[in-house]
């Protein structure tokens, strides 16, 4: 068997408070296969979004990595110098955001900021960046390409937001792209047609997805395998019909007795 | 059926957008033409997506927004004829719960106080009363007593708008118009938080308009429903038979988008066509207590 694309053994991150510190991630490990989608849910302040973060040395201050490995492509991602984790992150792994009102700039064309993620991995010149913008937005399906290239943030909608988001994340051919909570500002007609596009991308570029999210609905339609967090550790972990048809830990079946409607239509 | 304790009849609001000086100016329809009537003790739902209306409805009926036109009779009397001090009065019996417990408390204020607010300006009650009602409001919707002198910041969420909650429930009102009000939440705490407003509902015979966008929840604890499409009520009747059999093409579109939780379930998108439908089409009924615009 190939190893697995992402393998986090054993990570904790410490939150450092004057009255010492405390594990915002404690000993969790878990692992990701090449174009597979992995869900992380959990509610806010499980330490989902700090385990998402640290894979990308990300932390916060005053948290910090106290322990683990996160092993990307065989390489330990927390023992990379920083010029060489610049490498990999923004281009090899990739991050979508929650709000694509603050995430992207809001003085600078989508176009640039597209182009932006290309030049600053030196793959490319600005014209060809900018090229490959129009070629980015026409492939998460922003109509109009060649000249929505040059709105800015405030001229486009939630949904279309989001899909810069995308073809941000997209523009270095990553292999793992970590979504938190990619939908959850969104109605929810645009949040089908952003799932859908993921799928779409996800498959014609073989990409591994950490979906972070609290929405079991999002999992449902999305993962393979799920990981539950809870208070910074993950309380269980499996696939996805075996978590949503027979959950095993306490917390998971509160979770989805918490979701209305659940198991109908 | 109970009395109507709400009717709401051809609901108007238009916002007029000006361009500049030379070019003239647009009127945005946000609420056109709404009609519906709920009953005491119902919890009606109101649900559509951003910029569908349902808030400015929400908030044209305590008159926070000014209608352009249209009439909202509260126990028969129309409150957008009232003058200034008779609505004031008016706004005793119909309170709003907001969407976002983080900026609808304000954070310089005790939450003590934040709840007791309503009592000062409507001049209710001594001090000692007051304080008094403040912390059976408190107890009511489940926080702690104890907890009065601290600020909005050293609460959850949930908490917080518990506090939200309780602020409203203040002047003993009858109707509370709740604007999206755990959307903001995480999904175990939505749940107690409704909960909490259907036990509510209960204990103090309460009615509601419950503003949302989420469809699941909606399902859940409404009795009749009414969904909105760029200003205007496309569909509306009892929850269960609009959800089993919606008529209107945005409707059926919305329900599809709903993520299901088996992973096995067919999906099948349906993309809204709104050349496929009449935006202008009255409702009219189409089954026993459901009405649609087609």
Not at chain 1, 12 to 36: E, H, I, M, N
Not at chain 2, 61 to 74: H, K, Y
Not at chain 2, 105 to 114: E, F, H, Q
């Amino acid at each position: 068997m190939t190893p697995p694309l992402l393998d986090v053994q054993h990570l904790t991150v410490v939150f450092d408070g004057p009255r010492g510190g405390v594990a915002a991630v404690d000993d969790v490990s878990f692992q990701l296969a090449a174009g597979k989608t992995l869900g992380l849910v959990g509610e806010s302040g499980s330490g989902k979004s700090v385990t998402a973060f640290s894979i990308l040395r990300l932390v916060p201050a005053p948290g910090r990595i106290a322990g683990g490995r996160v092993l990307f492509d065989g390489r330990d991602l927390l023992a990379l110098p920083e010029h060489e984790m610049r490498q990999i992150r923004g281009a090899r792994i990739s991050l979508i955001f929650q709000e694509p009102m603050t995430a992207l700039n809001p003085v600078m064309r989508v176009g640039d900021q597209i182009a932006e993620a290309l030049t600053v991995h030196g793959q490319a010149t600005h014209e060809q960046a900018w090229a490959r913008a129009v070629e980015l937005l026409d492939a998460v399906h922003i109509p109009d390409a060649a000249r929505r290239v040059r709105d800015y943030p405030h001229q486009l909608s939630g949904g279309m937001r989001q899909r810069v988001m995308i073809a941000i994340a997209l523009a270095c051919h990553p292999a793992l792209v970590i979504a938190d909570e990619p939908t959850t500002a969104l109605d929810v007609t645009i949040q089908a047609q952003v799932l859908e596009l993921l799928r779409e991308l996800r498959a014609r570029y073989n990409l591994a997805l950490l979906l972070i999210t609290h929405d079991f609905g999002v999992i449902a339609e999305m993962a393979d395998r799920v990981a539950v967090m809870y208070r910074g550790a993950i309380v269980e972990e499996g696939p996805v019909r075996q978590i949503l048809r027979s959950p095993a830990h306490e917390y998971t079946r509160a979770l989805l007795a918490a979701v209305p409607g659940m198991g109908r239509r | 059926m109970s009395a109507p304790l709400l009717e709401v009849r051809h609901l108007a609001k238009h916002f007029v957008r000006r361009h500049g000086l030379w070019q003239p100016p647009s009127v945005v329809k946000a609420v056109d033409d709404v009609t519906f009537t709920i009953h005491e003790g119902e919890m009606f739902g109101l649900v559509g997506e951003s910029g569908s209306g349902k808030s400015t409805t929400g908030r044209c009926i305590l008159r926070l927004v000014e209608p352009t036109a249209g009439e909202v009779l509260f126990r028969g009397e129309n409150v957008l004829a009232f003058p200034r001090a008779r609505m004031r009065q008016a706004r005793r019996d119909m309170q709003i719960v907001f969407q976002d417990p983080y900026s609808s408390l304000n954070p310089r204020m005790r939450a003590g106080d934040i709840v007791e607010e309503p009592l000062v300006i409507h001049r209710l009650g001594t001090n000692a009363e007051r304080r008094a009602r403040v912390a059976e409001l408190f107890e009511l919707v489940g926080l702690d007593p104890g907890h009065l002198p601290r600020y909005p910041h050293e609460f959850s969420g949930g908490q917080r708008q518990r506090i939200g909650i309780a602020r409203a429930l203040a002047l003993h009102p009858a109707l509370i118009v709740a604007d999206e009000p755990v959307s903001a939440l995480d999904v175990s705490i939505q749940a107690q938080v409704v909960r909490l407003m259907l036990d509510l509902r209960e204990r103090l015979r309460l009615t509601y308009l419950f503003i949302a966008h989420d469809l699941r929840l909606v399902e859940h604890i409404c009795g009749r429903v009414a969904v909105m499409y760029l200003g205007r009520i496309v569909e509306m009747g009892e929850t269960q038979a609009l959800f089993a059999h919606p008529r209107h093409p945005y409707t059926r579109a919305l329900l599809s988008a709903v993520p299901v939780l088996d992973p096995d379930a067919p999906r099948q998108r349906l993309a809204l066509d709104p050349g496929s439908f009449d935006r202008a089409a009255p409702l009219r009924q189409v089954g026993a207590a459901h009405w649609a615009a087609v």
